[in-house]
């Protein structure tokens, strides 16, 4: 082991008090071994470090940081380098602030357009994601600081979120849900990695050797630290033994007691603890030592101008009849909708960050040259009727020559700890828009939302920008846009269907049950609508230009594929190549497209620029699960090359040598799978994908440590159904007031266990023990675990605490 003269020197004590957060942000510090504490920070796209009260629902402040825009945002880029600048301004900040962890990018998969964090993930596809997320990484760790890709893995629902299961195959593991995570890893070399609060095939992700020993360590060489997420344990010691190495946030010592049990009784090794202690000890150490580098602080102008930039090349223009944009200076302009006002800038959660500076349209719209007839708020966000307010809007959009509408989903609707129910934005901002286009038919839509929407509105709008959540920057960045300074060269990470029914999960998202089924396979997002070819709003990739591309003169060999592309139009810009590929009549099922590369390239007016792709070791693969590995279908294989999923301009093919492994799969049983057509599949076909009988995820029975806070509708114990009851409530309530209470969705998705390792110590697992004994209808069996248990660890607490106090 590397630090072995240190794991000489620790007691056994010590060595299991240092495997879990010491509080809500940090580790414990052992002094006379020299050996300080670190700090972890949200987050994906500003540093939110806790001055004061430290907790993780973004509820109590933080120092102020750069907001810059959210993920999904900014993987609309396609700007590798991009991801890179402002991982390393995160990365700058965080170094300034002191922190030495940053708790992101998360990058899971956008299984379904109503996952409440969505906004803070990448995309659909796995690639662009794994390559958005290396990015990132790369620039955060550049600054000495260790960046935390999360959350790992098959997180892609966020109702009852730390007590399901993800049921699925493994190859759609991983191809869809892991691939991203691979090239955080692998190309990004991240040094740390949060486990998500899932159990994924019926392990917990923080103690599923199968992902974090045979794949994360082993296939992939991640020699990193390992990070529950924040209540994520749900057994420390199979944790320990998985190869996880910090379980956060502050369980107390009763963590570390059960450590030492088990150590005791055999079920942990000795060289199990101090493999995982060595590991941290080598993490702690290095960023201690990287910290001394620190930066005093940083320029907030610089990267207040960065986190504009951002925003300007993720911006997406989906729509601009008669070319309305951009806009002629000087032009007769009301500026109508909420968000001109009071902007949607971020999600909330643990990645709410307290930006530096907030620019509005309201405030900004000054600096242009444009005659601003009048600004109203127009709409109520809370989704009330006033008529008051219509009416004033209506008479200005009247005034005006052209109306630039600002709108889009409300707080509410992207949040950490919920999913949304529906796709559409609030009904008032709709029918504001209706009767806007009555009085002015030119009107142009801001859109702000983190996540696909419905638009069956947009013929209300001759043209939509799509500023996504554009962080602290973003009004004078859609300005730029909107006047032609700044030509839009965003493209759609994921697909705007063009209603809820018509996604690929829609019949099993979310899970109800106690199990999450992945019946859709590979078919997340545009590999399912291309290929069983249905109509969307928006495809995968689209985006437009003020100016025109031309692609021609395709070539392709075994090394990459080539072509020229120009810039045809009047003004400079930039456009984003994307290369797919395809098979047709192959043996394995599969999309009929899958991006396997992208270049964003900018190019004068007029200019040209041969543009070569290389193919890399993803191209042709997939998982065989017969095999058990990667492995290639030989044969003739389709080279696209598209400026969306849906709009394929070049088109050639190579000829591939395959691995000659045995067909996994019996096609007259998989019809579903062999056609795309997944929506709804059966039974029978779902047990062929995944090699074995389905799990059964029904609820019943009694209630057990893992089952969350809200199955206690189900428990016996009146009282615990009267505390679920105000519980709901209390979550109604604050729904209805337009803001989410991230306590309450927190506790009401919480599993039992959790009251243990959220506490600081207060409650140890016995006494939690207790609570389910007395939820379960046996009351004063409870209670009496309950208070000696409460004795007990009060005790053990002070002992321990005692023995790693040393000096
Ligand atoms: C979130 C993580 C976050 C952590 C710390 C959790 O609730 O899932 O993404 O990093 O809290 O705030």
Request: hydrophobic letters at 35%.
């Amino acid at each position: 082991m590397k630090h072995q003269e240190l794991l000489k020197q620790m007691t056994l004590e010590e060595k299991a008090a240092f495997l879990s957060g010491k509080n809500v942000w940090q580790t414990w510090e052992f002094p006379h071994l020299g050996l300080p504490s670190i700090f972890c920070s949200d987050g994906p796209h500003g540093v939110r470090k806790q001055a004061g009260a430290g907790d993780h629902l973004g509820l109590n402040a933080s120092l102020p940081a750069t907001c810059f825009p959210t993920a999904a945002t900014v993987a609309n880029s396609w700007d590798e380098d991009l991801g890179e600048a402002v991982g390393s301004a995160l990365g700058e900040e965080a170094a300034s602030q002191e922190v030495n962890v940053l708790l992101g990018p998360g990058l899971n998969i956008k299984r379904s357009p109503l996952c409440g964090r969505n906004f803070e993930y990448f995309s659909e596809d796995p690639y662009l994601s794994g390559k958005m997320a290396a990015s990132y990484v790369k620039g955060i760790q550049r600054k000495g600081i260790y960046a935390c890709p999360k959350h790992f893995a098959v997180n892609s629902q966020e109702l009852r979120r730390m007590a399901m299961n993800s049921v699925l195959d493994e190859r759609t593991l991983r191809e869809i849900y892991l691939t991203g995570f691979e090239i955080a890893v692998k190309e990004g070399k991240a040094k740390s990695i949060m486990t998500s609060y899932n159990e994924i095939n019926g392990v917990y992700a923080n103690e599923n050797k199968h992902l974090l020993q045979e794949i994360l360590r082993n296939e992939w060489g991640f020699d990193g630290i390992v990070i529950t997420d924040w209540g994520a344990s749900n057994d420390h010691v199979k944790g320990v033994a998985a190869g996880s190495n910090l379980e956060m946030p502050s369980p107390g010592l009763d963590s570390a007691r059960e450590i030492l049990r088990a150590v005791e009784n055999g079920s942990l090794t000795i060289d199990e603890l101090d493999a995982c202690v060595d590991e941290l000890l080598d993490a702690v150490l290095t960023l201690t030592e990287n910290a001394k580098k620190k930066p005093t602080g940083f320029k907030e102008s610089e990267h207040h101008n960065l986190a504009r930039r951002a925003a300007e090349e993720s911006a997406v223009l989906l729509k601009n009849d008669g070319g309305i944009l951009p806009l002629a200076p000087g032009s007769k302009v009301a500026i109508i909708g909420d968000f001109a006002v009071e902007p949607r800038y971020q999600g909330a959660g643990s990645s709410m960050v307290n930006p530096t500076y907030l620019e509005t349209i309201e405030k900004s719209v000054e600096k242009y040259d444009l005659d601003i007839v009048g600004i109203n708020r127009g709409y109520k966000r809370n989704g009330e009727e006033d008529a008051a307010l219509k009416k004033e809007a209506l008479d200005l959009a009247a005034m005006a020559d052209i109306v630039i509408y600002c709108f889009g989903l409300d707080e509410l609707s992207e949040s950490e700890g919920m999913d949304r129910t529906h796709m559409r934005i609030p009904q008032n901002q709709i029918e504001l828009l209706q009767a806007i286009v009555q009085v002015n038919s030119n009107v142009v839509g801001l859109l702000s939302a983190g996540a696909a929407i419905e638009m069956p509105w947009h013929y209300c709008c001759k043209a939509i920008l799509h500023g996504y959540l554009s962080g602290q920057a973003g009004a004078s960045a859609m300005l730029n846009i909107l006047t032609g300074k700044v030509n839009p060269s965003g493209r759609l990470a994921e697909t705007y269907p063009i209603k809820y029914e018509d996604t690929p999960a829609f019949r099993n998202f979310p899970s109800n049950q106690r199990n999450a089924e992945y019946r859709e396979s590979v078919y997340v997002g545009y590999r399912y609508y291309d290929t069983s070819k249905v109509r969307v709003q928006y495809p995968f990739g689209y985006g437009l230009s003020y100016t025109t591309f031309e692609y021609a003169d395709v070539h392709a060999d075994e090394n990459g594929v080539t072509f020229t592309l120009s810039n045809t139009g009047t003004c400079d810009g930039a456009e984003v190549a994307q290369f797919y590929v395809g098979m047709e009549n192959g043996k394995i099922f599969r999309p009929a497209k899958e991006l396997k590369g992208f270049k964003k390239v900018f190019l004068k007016a007029g200019e040209s620029q041969t543009v070569t792709i290389p193919f890399d070791d993803k191209t042709f693969r997939y998982w065989n699960v017969k095999t058990n590995r990667w492995e290639v279908e030989g044969g003739t294989w389709q080279i696209m090359i598209g400026a969306s999923v849906a709009d394929i301009r070049l088109r050639t093919t190579v000829e591939i040598a395959g691995t000659e492994a045995v067909i996994p799969y019996n096609k007259e049983e998989m019809s579903s799978y062999y056609s795309g057509l997944v929506q709804q599949v059966e039974d029978e076909e779902f047990k062929k994908l995944l090699g074995h009988e389905i799990p059964d995820g029904k609820w019943g029975g009694e209630l057990g440590m893992n089952d969350a806070i809200c199955q206690m509708y189900y428990a016996k114990n009146p009282a615990a159904r009267l505390i679920y009851k105000i519980l709901t409530n209390l979550k109604k309530k604050s729904e209805e007031k337009g803001k989410p209470d991230l306590n309450i969705l927190f506790i009401y998705n919480m599993p039992f266990r959790g009251i243990a390792k959220m506490t600081n110590g207060m409650v140890s697992m016995d006494m939690v023990r207790g609570m389910v004994t007395a939820v379960n209808g046996h009351f004063f069996r409870g209670m009496k675990q309950i208070i000696s248990g409460f004795f007990k660890n009060s005790k053990e607490n002070k002992a321990y605490t005692a023995k790693i106090s040393r000096k």
